[in-house]
């Protein structure tokens, strides 16, 4: 086969020795615009996993590499004064010029035709190739020259970065420096490559770049007042730019790339040019290589070309979008730093190592167990003011509201469970939330109660306006007071234009087979075209729905229940005032935000006004409506959660959607904390992350990394009501109440979870 690489980066490269090793008959040219020896940039990142491959497909080359591997094990985080050293975490780092004359000699020695100094723009040249790669980076002129069939994706990120090198030593660790400058926050990311040389990628956002005024700047200048910045870290040591090659500003805004196709004809794109990963993981290189042994590979196993394109393809497209995800969730982190810099140093150190979410608290314990101990240690003298003598996961450090101390922060989500009658909890209430309490979690929250026949969702909803359903409530509580040391949160709402409907197992959100009943909502628009329009509220019914909150919070009073919540979320009544999707409303209670939140919150004060002092309410919202900027974004939850903490609402219990039909909600592991994190951070409120969480592992994640304060998890505890004592007997925590007639069943359980740790050698 005739091979033409256009680019000589680690893919044209790397493509170039695999095939050749491969089959020594292959013709292979790389064709490359610099010269051997000026290549741009620092040191490349390689995991001892991606070396083990490159082992195993040439270890001729990566025998040479391995040699000149610089190895770390520590990441140090310089922030406030501070530094904060982990360890661990195993990197090992190359000069990418050095990885280059590595694999151009190994090339060369195989028989690539390697032609230096010259630019691949007429690609006619090389028709007559059976294979032409589009190795030329990530400004690729291969992938240009057939766009529309490449449909590249081209996501321009926020922060301006400058890739620069130093002979300051960063040996004993990978390091973070943020420093804080009169223009804002300017950060390093720095890491040694060989002996005496260590790159120093400098990164801001763009409104701190342009305030700084390097927007104005050639490198030279700007460098010195990088030099400036960091000095206290540099010492007398320079900074140093080999990219004056580069047009314009040395500073770049980070691409993230993904091609629609990767191939066409006998063309193949390979490494930056089909896909790119951000630096902050480090794996640009990493990706090139390994693409490369995989297309080599399949051009020798597969019956044709075009199928060995379809297996490349398919095979690497999967690695690169879970590559891109963790970058992504990484590059965010450091575009949103500013809200997390006002974080106390340890939970900073912790929040920056677990941002790509690939790392997570108990690979942390793994990798440095000591260093994670100090951070739970810190994490419960935070909370508790104490320092405590045994540590225990952050799920199981109390959290104390007003007059309400919880044992632990797991909580127990609102579910509907449609099994009342006429509004009544039944026998299935008290068993179902009986054994929510006794499963360890710290809150139960109520499945949402309604505060008027017609504020229900279904005809079997509970609710709780008439005197048999306090009573019944009562009687609930009453046994979760006396039986456990659960606290019990009811949720209060009103279905709006989504009552009745069908129960949930039936068609949800569908109306009623027969018996449906009037619906009121902020405008008249219906959840489908299935749905009953529903009526605008007037003055009228306002003053009754106001008033309906308030009479079922006072029984919840009598009740007992210790903690209130207000459902203002997934399109029922209180949410269909604050999204614009369904408020069209032109008096004072439509059109601008605060309009829109002013029932909402005269609700809140009219119930607040009758709640005890010493008893939280808090507010769940939904913080996406998943419809762009049509709907309610994050950003906007964080100006509704300011409103409502400054009226005085105690905590933001975060879900999103469900406030229209036409919503694209983006599911996944967590799927909605980051909206939780944004308006903790931001608005400096105490928040409840819900969604697709379901391991212990994720909670003590989101707890330490201050994503959230409580966790609340609904599903899963569906399926295990004692979730909680479960999650208790894995970590070895003595201190989960069991009740007393379980207590055996408690000690057989640490006895089998012990002996199963100790044959996995896990102690
Ligand atoms: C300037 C620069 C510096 C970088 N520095 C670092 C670093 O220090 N550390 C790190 O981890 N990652 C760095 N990266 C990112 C990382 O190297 C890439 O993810 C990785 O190199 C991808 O490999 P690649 O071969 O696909 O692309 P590249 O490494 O970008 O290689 C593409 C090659 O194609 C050549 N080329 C482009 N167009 C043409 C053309 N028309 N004709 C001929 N040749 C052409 C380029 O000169 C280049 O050598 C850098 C990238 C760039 C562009
Ligand atoms: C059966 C069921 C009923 C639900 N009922 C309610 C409810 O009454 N009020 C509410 O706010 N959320 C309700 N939800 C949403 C959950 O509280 C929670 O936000 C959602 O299920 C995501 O959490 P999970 O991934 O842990 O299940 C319900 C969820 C389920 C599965």
Known sequence: MRAACLGGGPAGLYFAISLKRRDPSHDVVVVERNRPDDTFGWGVVLSDETLDNLNANDPESAGLIRNDFVYWDDIAVHYRDTVATSTGHGFCGIGRKRLLNILQGRARALGVDLQFETEAKDFDAYRDFDLIVGADGVNSRVRSSHVDIFKPDIDVRACKYVWLGT???????????????????????????????????????????????????????????????????????????????????????????????????????????????????????????????????????????????????????????????????????????????????????????????????????????????????????????????????????????????????????????????????????????????????????????????????????????????????????????????????????????????????????????????????ASPVRWSPDNQVPREMNSADMGKVRDDYVHAAQMAVRAGFDWLELHYAHGYLMSSFITPLTNKRSDRYGGSLENRMRFPLEVFHAARAVWPDDKPISVRISANDWVGPDGITPQDAVAISRMLVEAGVDLIDVSAGQTSARAKPVYGRMFQTPFSDRIRNEAGVATMAVGNIYQPDHINSILMAGRADLVCLARPHLANPYWTLHAAADFGYEGAAWPKPYLAGRDQLYRLKSRAENMTGKV
Not at 247 to 267: D, K
Not at 311 to 333: G, H, K
Not at 410 to 421: C, G, H, K, L, T
Request: hydrophobic share 40%; net charge negative; with cysteine.
């Open 167 to 521: 002979h300051q030593k960063f040996d004993d660790a990978f390091t973070f420096i943020f420093e804080e400058t009169e223009h804002g926050w300017i950060w390093a990311h720095a890491y040694q490559f060989d002996a005496d040389t260590a790159t120093f990628i400098v990164e801001c956002s763009e409104a701190t770049w342009r305030r700084a005024g390097f927007d104005r700047m050639g490198i030279d200048e700007a460098i010195a007042i990088c030099e400036k910045i960091f000095a206290r870290k540099l010492g007398e040591h320079k900074l140093m730019s080999n990219a004056r090659h580069l047009r314009g500003s040395a500073w770049l805004n980070f691409n993230r790339v993904l091609c629609e196709r990767w191939s066409y004809r006998n063309i193949v794109l390979l490494g930056d040019a089909a896909a790119t990963a951000h630096f902050s993981v480090g794996s640009g290189s990493k990706l090139a290589m390994e693409s490369a042994i995989a297309l080599a590979g399949y051009l020798h196993t597969e019956s044709s070309m075009e199928a060995a394109f379809r297996r490349y393809e398919d095979e690497r497209r999967l690695e690169v979008l879970r590559l891109q995800s963790a970058a992504r969730n990484s590059t965010e982190w450091f575009e949103d730093v500013e809200r997390y810099l006002h974080l106390d140093p340890v939970q900073f150190n912790y929040s920056l190592l677990t941002r790509s979410q690939r790392i997570s608290h108990e690979n942390l314990r793994q990798r440095d167990s000591a260093w994670l101990a100090d951070a739970e240690k810190w994490f419960e003298k935070n909370a508790t003011g104490r320092t405590p003598k045994v540590n225990r996961a952050p799920m199981f450090v109390p959290f104390r509201v007003r007059g309400v101390e919880l044992k632990n922060r797991v909580v127990v989500s609102p579910m509907a469970q449609y099994r009342a009658v006429d509004g009544n909890p039944t026998d299935w209430h008290l068993i179902h939330y009986a054994e929510r309490a006794k499963g360890g979690a710290g809150l139960v929250f109520t499945e949402m109660t309604c505060v008027s026949p017609e504020g229900r969702i279904t005809p079997s909803c509970a609710g709780l306006y008439h005197d048999e359903h306090e009573k019944a409530w009562k009687r609930i509580v009453d046994f979760i007071h006396a039986e456990t040391d659960a606290k019990i949160a009811i949720q209060l709402g009103h279905s709006g234009a989504k009552g009745s409907t069908q129960v949930g197992w039936e068609t949800m959100d569908a109306p009623l087979a027969s018996g449906n009943w009037g619906i009121i909502s």
